[in-house]
């Protein structure tokens, strides 16, 4: 079981950046691979990056590739978002997630929010263009 709390959402002006973090409980924040994802009102929940257990490998969703650097450390039992160039269809409610059962193949491949056991409660980030 792990819980997850995230920060740094706000209020932030078009071409400018923002830094989330999710921090988590437990002694085993290792074994999770983790996950960055965003919901607009009324809108499905999406995939925005992912990192595996030792953060040496990424994804990104298109939307976000080269604006965006998702970064752990497991050491802080915390995983970051870095959001740079900011667009007004950026914003969104962000939520961190975390999986410890699916190899990180599966999870890059199917690029989803589906399957992810553990979840934040969210952090809202709003880009005025």
């Known amino acids: 079981q792990v819980q997850l709390v995230e920060s740094g959402g706000g209020l932030v002006q078009a071409g400018g950046s923002l830094k989330l973090s999710c921090a988590a409980s437990g002694r085993t924040f290792s074994s999770y691979t983790l996950g960055w994802f965003r919901q607009e009102s009324g809108k499905a929940r999406e995939i925005v990056a992912a990192?595996?257990?030792?953060?040496?490998?990424?994804y990104y969703a298109d939307s976000v590739k080269g604006r965006f650097t998702i970064s752990r450390d497991n050491a802080k039992n915390t995983v970051y978002l870095q959001m740079n160039s900011l667009k007004f269809e950026d914003t969104a409610v962000y939520y961190c997630a975390a999986d410890q059962i699916r190899p990180w193949t599966s999870i890059r491949d199917s690029a989803s929010a589906i399957g992810w056991r553990f979840w934040g409660q969210g952090t809202q980030v709003t880009v005025s263009s």
């Open positions: 990192i595996s257990r030792p953060g040496d490998s990424t």
